[in-house]
């Protein structure tokens, strides 16, 4: 079982930058694919980046592309989200969550943490 909890969220201006921190607790921390997930009420939950375990593979989506970056530290079982440039469309609750490489779901989800990016 694999316990995350995220932290780093807030108010912030447009033009500002936010840098969230995601801590895994138990499992295998640096097999695991790690992604960062938004919603919105009322909207599905958008994709916004993961990062393999070794660090190697990076995505991101099409909304954030320059201007979030993912990275992780396996030695501290620690994941970030460093976001620049935010604007009011990027409020939202953001979520890390974990999948083992060979699958495609991801099985873990931490409670998320609201980001507001004010006009």
């Known amino acids: 079982q694999v316990q995350l909890v995220e932290s780093g969220g807030g108010l912030v201006q447009a033009g500002g930058s936010l840098r969230l921190s995601c801590a895994a607790s138990g499992g295998s921390f640096s097999s695991y694919v790690m992604g960062w997930f938004r919603q919105v009420p009322g909207k599905e939950r958008e994709f916004v980046a993961d990062?393999?375990?070794?660090?190697?593979?990076?995505r991101y989506g099409d909304s954030v592309k320059g201007r979030f970056t993912i990275s992780r530290d396996n030695a501290k079982n620690m994941v970030y989200l460093q976001m620049n440039s935010l604007k009011p469309e990027d409020t939202a609750v953001y979520s890390c969550?974990?999948?083992?490489?060979?699958?495609?779901?991801?099985?873990?989800w931490g409670q998320g943490t609201q980001v507001t990016v004010s006009s």
């Open positions: 990062i393999r375990g070794s660090g190697g593979r990076i």
């Open positions: 969550a974990a999948r083992s490489p060979e699958l495609y779901v991801y099985k873990y």
